[in-house]
């Protein structure tokens, strides 16, 4: 009895044992179990419905990478217009099944783990996800991108550009039409103070160019953004319409933030504009009241006023470029700095020539040796000034002729101002001229007749009086220099043609002859070289004399 009663509770105790062992056991399964359905899924949703979802990663490819590549397969076979319904299916491996679409496309790959996520086979989840793609893209195909819908919105909108570029060109031929026939009314040129920058007819050939320009790239812009439409029509050109709304929208909007960056800069160098502004009208302001000698300084001429101020303004330009310089987009780029040598570098040894002329342009300025209207001679060049600038000076000869003279040949050479006293209180220019006469006739009617034809010169002055000068007594005869007075130098080759003239007549009334550079005292035989109006009306030719000594 005993024995049977050890052996009932050996028997319980082993099947309470058992029983416990099993119950930690489905205990450890559930836990497994729950460990597995508590993995996080993410969606497959190609077409905003969740088709299915992906739970465990592949080797270093996470969950959320295998459904996101799935996704983007599944819209690839959804993009091809020509999808072949049979030819996606299962193909099985050694440790996958793969769901493939013409033997070479591997939309996705199930493997025993995905299955025991999800209580069931790898075959039975391959076979649910091949049904549920294909179902989507055929629906997808059959209610939402059908090719002929496709071809037929393709048309239309084809249709509907070419309306558009019609109007558009409508519109521009009016607006052409209304422009030619109204010429006369809006193009009357472009004028600022004297200067005539645009005639009517170029204005008006800048303004029709103007337009060609608006017109071509209004038809660009109407093709251009129509082109992401007609392309977003085909799945498989949709993306190009994201690439070209990139490709204009991009830079625009790079453009537009750098203008903003920029405003406060721009604002900086606005003020700074306006204050040297205001400050060289102040400068100006000073210097023409010096100028119009309202204002006189010691040593400081009239004339030098507006020099000075170009010379001021000049420098206050560099001065606000200096200023602004940092504030110009781009400033500290080095493709900036290197423009900026290279420049420099052209102008250093390119403008030796004019900055030579310049700075002698500047030194004649101070130096004062003519002013613009001056009679001067540099040298074998006579004439008017009729221009001075930074590099030139300008000479028009008493034969209208203009010439032009670099200012470092004129402040290298001997200049000569025949106005420089004619224009003030004073005598006024002298000028002379040379005659000969021999030995035998009076200096004291030579002298009367010089001084008788200079009074009846032209534009000569009678105060104070002409005068002789004997200048040298030679072999043969004796230099007589008859000098005039006169406040009109730019026309000394009339004056001298008509003193000249006026000698002549004066010394034929007088009887004298002029038989420069020298003649025989002695006539013989010879007819005098007066005029016969200004002889006697009994003068004769004195014969020839014959003295026979013998």
């Known amino acids: ?150 071809l037929g919105y393709t048309a239309l909108l084809i249709f509907i550009i070419g309306f558009v570029l019609f109007l558009a060109g409508k519109i521009f031929s009016k607006i052409k039409v209304y422009i030619l026939k109204n010429s006369d009314k809006y193009f009357k040129g472009f004028n600022y103070n004297t200067i005539n920058i645009l005639s009517p007819q170029k204005q008006q050939f800048v303004v029709m160019r103007f337009y060609g320009f608006i017109k071509i790239v209004t038809f660009i812009l109407i093709v251009y953004f129509s082109l992401p439409i007609l392309f977003s029509i085909f799945p498989a050109t949709e993306d190009y319409t994201t690439t070209l709304l990139r490709w204009v929208l991009t830079p625009a909007k790079v453009a537009f933030m750098g203008f903003v960056g920029f405003l406060p800069s721009l604002f900086a160098i606005i003020v700074i504009i306006i204050i040297f502004k205001y ?11 010096i100028k119009q000698e309202n204002i006189k300084i010691d040593g400081f001429y009239s004339d030098w006023a507006m020099p000075t101020f170009n010379i001021v303004r000049f420098l206050m330009f560099a001065f606000m470029l200096v200023i602004i310089f940092p504030y110009l987009p781009g400033s500290d780029s080095t493709i900036f700095k290197g423009v900026s040598v290279f420049v420099g570098i052209l102008f250093s040894l390119g403008s030796s020539n004019a900055i030579a002329n310049m700075v002698a342009g500047l030194v004649i300025t101070y130096m004062r040796p003519f002013k613009i209207g001056d009679f001067i001679k540099i040298g074998d060049v006579s004439g008017e000034v009729i221009e001075k600038t930074a590099l030139v000076t300008r000479i028009r000869t008493p034969k209208f002729e203009d010439i032009t003279i670099p200012n470092a040949t004129v402040l290298s050479s001997t200049s000569t101002n025949f106005s420089a006293n004619t224009k003030e209180a004073t005598n006024g220019l002298l000028i002379h001229t040379t005659v000969t006469i021999g030995y035998d006739v009076p200096w004291k009617d030579i002298h009367k007749a010089l001084i008788a034809a200079a009074l009846k010169t032209e534009m000569t002055e009678q105060t104070p009086p002409p005068f002789v000068l004997q200048t040298s007594l030679d072999d043969f005869y004796v230099s007589y220099q008859i000098n005039v007075y006169t ?42 070289t007066i005029p016969e109006n200004y002889l006697d009306n009994n003068y004769e030719t004195p014969p020839f004399v014959f003295k026979d000594k013998s």
């Open 1 to 150: 009895m005993k024995k049977r009663l050890v052996y009932f509770l050996a028997f319980f105790i082993v099947l309470f044992s058992s029983a416990t062992f099993a119950q930690q056991n489905k205990s450890q399964d559930t836990v497994k179990t729950e460990k597995l359905v508590k993995l996080k899924g993410y969606p497959v949703n190609p077409f905003k419905d969740t088709l299915f979802y992906v739970y465990n990663k592949v080797g270093s490819f996470a969950a959320e990478n295998r459904a996101n590549t799935i996704t983007e397969k599944i819209r690839k076979l959804y993009e091809d217009s020509f999808f072949e319904k049979d030819s996606i299916r299962i193909v099985p491996s050694e440790i996958t099944q793969d769901i493939v679409y013409k033997d070479d496309f591997v939309i996705m790959s199930i493997l025993d783990i995905d299955g025991k996520v999800e209580n069931h086979s790898a075959v039975f989840i391959a076979k649910r996800n091949l049904a549920l793609i294909k179902k989507a893209i055929i629906y997808q195909n059959e209610n939402h991108s059908q090719l002929p819908k496709r």
């Open 279 to 289: 400050t060289l009208k102040i400068i100006k302001f000073f210097f023409d009241e």
């Open 487 to 528: 406040k009109e130098p730019t026309k000394q080759p009339r004056i001298y043609s008509s003193l000249h003239q006026n000698i002549q007549d004066s010394f034929n009334e007088a009887g004298i002859e002029i038989m420069s550079p020298h003649y025989g005292a002695l006539r013989d035989g010879n007819k005098t």
